[in-house]
């Protein structure tokens, strides 16, 4: 079965799925990878990214720490966060997703801790990648329009967060939403239980910007 992973780089949680997201594609899954800018699906939904609410940024980055000892995962924050990914996800979307590359930028910034812009850090990622100058890479494969247009094509699909699997009509938001999709896969009418398909169109008490 073919499935879509959506991420972005500034994402920890897209880092914390990444294994998960892997095992699923060798056993299980065609799965394309596909790099989307989390900022403008947040703006098109109207949401605040977590790091963007004060208390909820601490929590946030404390069980990210804690859910990567849970799992053995090496994990270190960047130097700052949240930071600007567009390049990366130009330079993985002029690579079209291609999981080395993928396993690369992210190792770079969440296993090593490193500034994804800090000349260094793209000096190493040029020799990783084998690739002498990535800007011209990003130009000759006209990878900001397709960065555009991947993250447009994940707001039509109603994709609202990163990481987001998408597979058999449905979707799986976050690291600890892969559960879920392998419960989904071993039954693929997991969704036609009663109690599931009623929370689908429950009714809306209140609608608190009214």
Known sequence: MKAVWYFDVVSPFSYLALDE???LGRESLRIDMKPVLFAAMLNHWGQLG?????????????MCVWQAREKGIDFRFPPAH??????????????GGEKD???????LIWREGRDPSAPDTLATLRERLGVGDLDDLI???DAKTRLRNATQEAVAACVFGVPTL???GQQFWGADAMPLARAFLANPKLFDDAELRRVENLPIGIDRRK
């Open 50 to 62: 977590p790091a963007e609410v004060g208390p909820k940024r601490t929590h946030t980055y404390r």
């Open 166 to 168: 998408v597979f058999g």
């Open 82 to 95: 949240p930071f600007n990914p567009l390049f990366m996800l130009r330079v993985l979307t002029a690579l």
């Open 139 to 141: 130009e000759r494969t």
């Open 101 to 107: 590359a993928v396993r690369c930028v992210f190792d």
């Open 21 to 23: 997201v892997g095992q």
